[in-house]
């Protein structure tokens, strides 16, 4: 069975740093994402990630900030969030995708999504 598991969210102070984890099982070589979201607003693209990891994409608002990565081994994604402001405050979702090309920012194009952590940045 699929499954995407996220965890790390938390209260931190603007200007900290988290890092959210993503548990993967039951799938393998599918492009992996995060997306986020507030309450009464869209689902948005944070970054994005080939399976091998070798080509990442960033949204403009956290570009030089967050960082996605994977440990093989673990069967696990993360997303390292520095320097974080409160405008990253949001649910952080783990997604999964196959057949995706040039449209890897639109949630529509991914496939299996985890449960989603809350992220809370204060000022």
């Known amino acids: 069975q699929v499954q995407l598991v996220e965890s790390g969210g938390g209260l931190v102070q603007a200007g900290g740093s988290l890092r959210l984890s993503c548990a993967v099982s039951?799938?393998?070589?599918?492009?992996m994402g995060w997306f986020r979201q507030t309450p009464g607003q869209e689902r948005e693209f944070v970054a994005a990630m080939t399976w091998s990891g070798s080509n990442t994409r960033y949204a403009d608002s956290v570009q030089g900030r967050f960082t996605i990565s994977r440990d093989n081994a673990k069967n696990t994604v993360y997303l390292q969030m520095n320097n974080l402001k409160p405008e990253d405050t949001a649910v952080y979702y783990c997604?999964?995708?196959?057949?995706?090309?040039?449209?890897?920012?639109?949630?529509?194009?991914?496939?299996?999504w985890g449960q989603g952590t809350q992220v809370t940045v204060s000022s």
């Open positions: 997604t999964a995708g196959r057949n995706i090309g040039s449209y890897y920012y639109l949630r529509e194009e991914y496939d299996y």
């Open positions: 039951g799938l393998q070589g599918y492009l």
